[in-house]
């Protein structure tokens, strides 16, 4: 057991004995080390303002990734090297990336610009990544960093400079060095600081977690912390007792298991999007979208079921699928139907000491044909207005079982089960053949009108999708149904570096 | 000494002198200043739209850790909050101004009620939980209503905002129109969101009082607390070095900056005042919703007969803010016969204030839209009708405009943007399933200039600084006054240090309506001038540095002031522009993208273009979230802003910029200043929303009369 957190600043190894279960990175940077080149600006893991790189050794290199400070808490920080804008100029002057902010004018009243620099900065340490990369994939690595006086094209120019070239710094040539240390601090020791009333602990096993969690049902679990983070800093909700996932061994696994895909509880969707764009390249469409980079780099597919949220992006598409929930407790294990596990708006068929392990995801059998969603008014770092997930198994051209799920029809992602049946036997070109189907929809939902869409927009948009889907089933063009938000889709796979 | 290359740093893309501050983290704002013993505070809000505090239970929160003070009106001090003689530009004419805990009285939901003040910021947070408050609610007023709409005060129209204003005859010229359109137009409440919160800490000494504020006019800071507290303006002193946005927010001295200096006050301890990104929604105004409606008149030649444009806004029931947004239907365009009417709506909400481009963007809007209604009323295209009826001169003042290059950004965008080859017809561009639509408007923003005052020092190591009380929110202050004293000093960029933001420098207007380039430039560059005088009279010859030394001198400086003069009552002034939009629209999903857009801009001379261009590019993007995303979710039933957060209202991100145009039409104006520039912030979000919105109508057939237009406007037909 070890009773501090520790990790990597400005090149020395920091230990921390004593500090709140929720305070945040950035109070700690801001207000304890009073370094306070990470803004803050929205407190809510929104504008980007307090992005800073943070560091893991994964497969024999460091990883950096871009995060958003004000809603992760110092805690989960154990074991990974916290990078900021402070700290990436040299000796021999500025940062690739701030030269060429500053050559290209990509900051004017400077208040985002540390948390553009250090999104691009995460960019530049990615190896695999193109020279300079497409536009399409620089707008994902600022989708979480909102500008109001640059018009962002000033920075697209300066990350095309700085990324014109394979990364090269001293961060690459120290790799090997924080590579080794990152390995020390990641012992095999439990986490546990503070006291029974109050700690925030970091158990090490899937047992250690579940003995902990039966002792302390009462504890918040956290993953990403993305969503419960906003609890702390917006809701002021008092959690007193921190039981974070990160260091769990195996919790994060990715596992192909031949007619399905494993994903763990603490997979991260960034970690995630290879393997479900690989059932079907939608799913990666859609999960590209989900947040921004920096809530992906941090937020979990298990976090996005475990909350419940009615608009969570994830659930329609895996209740689609089929997917399986997978939940473990000190005293037994036992695996959910996705669907089922949803019962009310926030209320999830989970039992006190029970917690998500992971989902299994089947694949997509001979004769399915499977499409995804996402309706927002922005493009990026939206929430959906109504996101619908479409899985038709066909047979001599026609459909023989649908399984249709929507977020944000409904206090729950619910299937649409009232469409699914009048869809049994129907050509899926066959436009006359529809209206059946089209018309369950008031079956099926009742949505509200509130100040994302109107009730009215949300069904009209969901037939249409629902039409979108057919079409594409029977063989019309897909490029514009990825034409999503606003503004035209992104060339599949455009979300990994390359 | 040789007198300076004349512009050898003037009108070059110089980089930002304060960029690697910026990108590497150590430039400071005004929540970042540490002075020893610091403390936090965190202002509770309101929760009723209106009514009285029955009761305000505090004990929980004073024994709280860490806890130094709760004040609300029980136990602020009393402040004398004096009358000014003059109030300045920034603030409403008319009402009073929010006072801080002097009463127990709620005006509007989420006004403050009271701090707690704590070692630590947690602290102070966790504590102004537990502060019980107990109202007595009266009946709110939270609706719209244009019918309550009322004109503005004396004092009001006074200051350019009048109830009534036009020239000729405006119901004649609608009778004798052959065509006319009468349209009607809503604007959204919208909210400045500067990525930076607004801030101030407040540090007594005895009775002097510094104050580290985000501020767009740190001396007027100094004047307005003095008033507030009744003391001393020489005991005051603002900083501000660097401002992290603020489009407008910033302008006025708002309540928090009182409320951090009684939270010192009472504490014995410097306080810090940090305003959450929630509580900015209601503490520091926002552009108000606008209900307007214009009606157009024309003769069969397309030539205008009568502009007739009405306004409704929204407004607080304690102060009257108002907007200019009736003067583009005064100057835009050559019409005989203009008349306007401005009311004003009381409502259970924070005052609005000033946001780029205040009232004429609002106003532009309406008018431009209207514009492309006539068009197709008349038949015509758009850009030909707005050459049409060019105002050769400001027909609102009768002047001649001091520069004017308005046919030249029609011509150089359209020719830019490919204009010639839209079709007439709505709907009848496509590419593939979308619809395709062109669009177009004008944008005019008055030029105008105000005094200022400047200091240039030069030292004997050949470097020099110059000073004066302005601010720089972003655009470029601190580089384009460095580049116009290096060319009056002959001396390259890196041997000026521009000084500002603090209000003991000499004096300077507020950093706000693009007046600051001509205004601190016209001062800076007398400066130079001064101490370039001083400089020739010494004896020797050689540079600067060698002239000092030969006079046994480690510095020699001068001030000047420079003002505006008669110019001001012969010539009217004003930036120009023309934007170009092609949208594309999905009607099975209500899905719009805007493709590009190009704008051309007469602003004069350009001090330095690559700071120009990135200008522009930031304002029409802020134009383009007007017409798309940005809009307060009001709900009248709590009084209150429903998408308080950067979530749910909605900014453009940077998957959203097109492709983005921006040009300068050569200009220069020599009458406004003798930089011959004419400022250059306001004109960049004017036109783009109408020109989107007009681009919709193209793509469409339907015409969208509210902004922001939303998929659920665009969905089926």
């Known amino acids: 057991m070890r009773d501090s957190v520790r990790f990597i600043r400005q090149g020395r190894v920091v230990e921390l004995k004593s500090f709140g279960p929720t305070e945040t990175l950035l109070d700690h940077l801001r207000l304890t080390e009073r370094a306070c080149g990470t803004k803050e600006g929205c407190n809510e893991g929104d504008c980007g303002a307090c992005t800073v790189a943070v560091g893991t050794h994964e497969d024999g290199k460091v990883v950096y990734r871009p995060v958003n400070a004000c809603i992760l808490f110092v805690g989960q920080l154990d074991g990974k090297e916290i990078v900021t804008v402070e700290d990436i100029a040299g000796s021999g002057g500025l940062h690739p990336v701030q030269q ?90 439990d986490v546990f600081v503070g006291t029974d009333q109050r700690f925030f602990a970091a158990p090490r096993s899937v047992e250690a977690l579940a003995a902990l969690y039966e002792r302390h049902p009462d504890a918040t679990l956290v993953a990403g912390a993305t969503d419960v983070g906003l609890w702390i800093t917006k809701q002021f909700r008092p959690v007193e007792k921190v039981i974070h996932l990160g260091r769990v061994d195996g919790l994060d696994r990715i596992e192909d298991v031949g007619p399905a895909v494993i994903i763990g509880a603490t997979a991260t969707y960034e970690a995630a999007t290879d393997a479900l764009a690989g059932i079907d390249p939608d799913i990666g469409a859609v999960v590209r979208r989900i947040g921004s980079r920096q809530v992906r780099a941090s937020g979990t597919i298990g976090g996005n079921i475990a909350n419940g949220s009615p608009i969570g992006d994830t659930p329609p598409m895996l209740i689609a699928l089929g997917a399986t929930l997978e939940l473990v407790s000190a005293k037994a294990n036992r695996a959910v139907p996705l669907e089922d596990f949803f019962i009310a708006y926030g209320r999830q068929d989970r039992q006190p000491g029970e917690f998500v392990a992971g989902v299994l995801v089947p694949k997509l059998k001979a004769g399915q044909v499977f499409r995804a969603y996402k309706i927002s008014k922005r493009f990026d770092q939206d929430i959906s207005a109504v996101m619908g997930a479409f899985l038709f198994t066909l047979a001599d051209g026609v459909i023989t079982e649908a399984r249709i799920a929507f977020g944000g029809l409904a206090g729950t992602p619910k299937r649409a089960a009232a469409v699914e049946a009048r869809l049994i036997g129907v050509a899926p070109g066959s436009a006359a053949a529809w209206s059946p189907a089209m018309e369950a929809f008031a079956e099926d939902f009742q949505p509200l009108t509130d100040m994302r869409a109107s009730a009215h927009y949300r069904l009209e948009t969901a037939r249409a999708l629902l039409g979108k889907a057919l079409l594409e089933t029977a063989g019309a ?17 455009a979300h990994v570096g390359a | ?132 408050i107990a109202y007595d609610e009266t009946e709110p007023t939270t609706t719209f209503d244009p019918g309550r709409g009322r004109p503005p005060s004396e004092e009001t129209a006074k200051g350019g905002r009048p109830g009534a204003a036009g020239r000729g005859d405006g119901a004649a010229g609608l009778a004798e129109a052959a065509t006319t359109v009468d349209v009607t137009y809503v604007q959204a409440r919208e909210h400045h969101n500067a990525i930076e919160p607004h801030a101030t800490i407040a540090q007594w000494d005895g009775d002097s009082l510094t104050l580290y504020d985000k501020s767009q006019w740190v001396q007027n800071v100094v004047v307005e607390i003095a008033h507030v507290f009744g003391i001393e303006a020489g005991k005051i002193r603002v900083i501000s070095p660097f401002v992290g946005g603020a489009f407008g927010s910033a302008l006025r001295t708002w309540p928090h900056v009182t409320i951090a200096a009684i939270a010192a006050k009472m504490t014995g301890r410097p306080v810090r005042v940090e305003l959450s990104r929630r509580q900015l929604y209601h503490s520091v105004g926002f552009r108000p919703h606008t209900l307007q409606r214009v009606r157009l008149g024309a003769a069969p030649d397309g030539r205008l007969t009568a502009i007739l444009q009405d306004a409704a806004a929204q407004v607080a029931t304690y102060e009257e803010y108002a907007e200019t947004t009736l003067q583009p239907a005064e100057t835009t365009y050559s019409c005989p016969n203009v008349a306007t009417a401005y009311r004003l709506v009381e409502m259970d909400t924070n005052s609005p204030c000033p946001m780029r481009g205040p ?21 015509v295209d758009p850009v030909a009708l707005r050459l049409k009826n060019h105002a050769d001169i400001n027909e609102k003042t009768g002047l001649p405009w001091s520069s004017k290059a308005l046919k030249a950004c029609y011509e150089t965008a359209a020719e830019r943007f490919g204009w010639a080859d839209r079709i007439a017809a709505p ?18 923003y008055h030029a105008d200039r105000a005094p200022a005052e400047a200091e240039v020092i030069l030292f004997a190591n050949g470097t020099a600084v110059v000073r004066t009380a302005a601010s720089d929110m972003g655009p470029g202050t601190y580089t384009s006054i460095t ?22 420098l000499p004096m300077a207007p507020v950093h706000g309506g693009s007046i600051t380039l001509v205004s601190v430039g016209s001062a800076v560059a007398e400066a130079c001038a001064a101490v370039r005088q001083k400089l020739e009279a010494l004896t020797g010859e050689g540079s600067i540095a060698e002239r000092l030394r030969a006079n046994g001198l480690d510095r020699l400086a001068a001030s000047a002031k420079a003002s505006p003069g008669e110019e001001t009552k012969r010539y009217a002034s004003s930036a120009f522009g023309a934007v170009f939009v092609e949208v594309r629209v999905d009607e099975g999903l209500g899905t719009l993208r805007v493709k590009r857009m190009t704008g051309a801009y007469d602003v004069g001379r350009v001090i330095n273009p690559k700071i120009a261009r990135s200008q522009c590019i930031g304002g029409m993007m802020g134009g383009l979230g007007m017409a798309l995303m940005e809009a307060a979710e009001w709900d009248p039933r709590f009084g209150k802003v429903m998408n308080a957060n950067l979530a749910e209202y909605l900014v453009p991100v940077c998957a959203d910029t097109p492709a983005l145009d921006v040009t300068f039409v050569p200009s220069e104006d020599t009458v406004l200043n003798p930089l011959g520039a004419k400022g250059l912030a306001e004109i960049a979000i004017c036109g783009v929303a109408p020109a989107i919105a007009n681009a919709v109508f193209h793509a469409t057939g339907r015409r969208q009369r509210h902004i922001p237009i939303r998929p659920e406007d665009l969905i089926g037909t």
Request: hydrophobic share 40%; net charge negative.
């Open chain 1, 100 to 189: 060429a902010m500053v050559d290209h004018h990509g900051s004017q009243c400077g208040f985002c610009t540390p948390g553009i620099v250090m999104s691009l900065f995460a960019l530049y340490q990615d190896a695999g990544r193109a020279t300079p990369p497409p536009r399409a994939v620089i707008d994902e690595w600022l989708s979480g960093n909102l500008c109001r006086c640059t018009g962002y094209r000033p920075i697209v120019e300066a990350a095309r400079t700085a990324l014109s070239a394979p990364p090269d710094d001293m961060f690459t040539r120290s790799a090997e060095a924080t590579g080794g240390v990152l390995q020390f601090l990641a012992d095999a020791e």
């Open chain 1, 477 to 493: 063009p897909t490029t514009r149904t990825r034409v999503i938000g606003q503004r035209e889709a992104r060339q599949e796979g």
């Open chain 2, 1 to 132: 000494m040789n007198a300076p290359a004349l512009s050898a740093v003037i009108g070059q893309p110089v980089s930002r002198v304060d960029g690697p501050a910026k990108v590497t983290g150590t430039a400071r704002y005004a929540a970042e200043f540490v002075p020893d013993g610091l403390a936090y505070a965190s202002v509770v809000s309101a929760t009723i739209p209106r009514g009285r505090i029955r009761a305000l239970d505090t004990s929980a929160a004073e024994g709280m850790p860490g806890v130094l003070a709760v004040v609300s009106h029980r136990n602020a001090p009393k402040l004398p909050y004096l009358e000014r003689d003059q109030r300045p530009p920034v603030d409403p004419k008319s009402g009073d101004q929010l006072r801080m805990f002097q009463d127990d009285k709620v005006l509007f939901n989420g006004q403050p009620v009271a701090v707690v003040i704590a070692d630590s910021q947690q602290e102070a947070d966790a504590a102004a939980r537990c502060i019980g």
């Open chain 2, 359 to 379: 009232g004429i963007v609002t106003g532009l809007y309406a008018l431009e839209a209207a514009m492309d209604e006539l068009a197709v009323a008349l038949n």
């Open chain 2, 427 to 444: 709907r009848s561009m496509r590419i593939g399933t979308d619809l395709v639509g062109y669009g177009m408007a004008t944008a005019i």
């Open chain 2, 483 to 504: 580049q116009i004293a290096a060319d009056e000093l002959g001396l390259p960029v890196e041997a000026i240090r521009f000084e500002l933001g603090d209000s003991t």
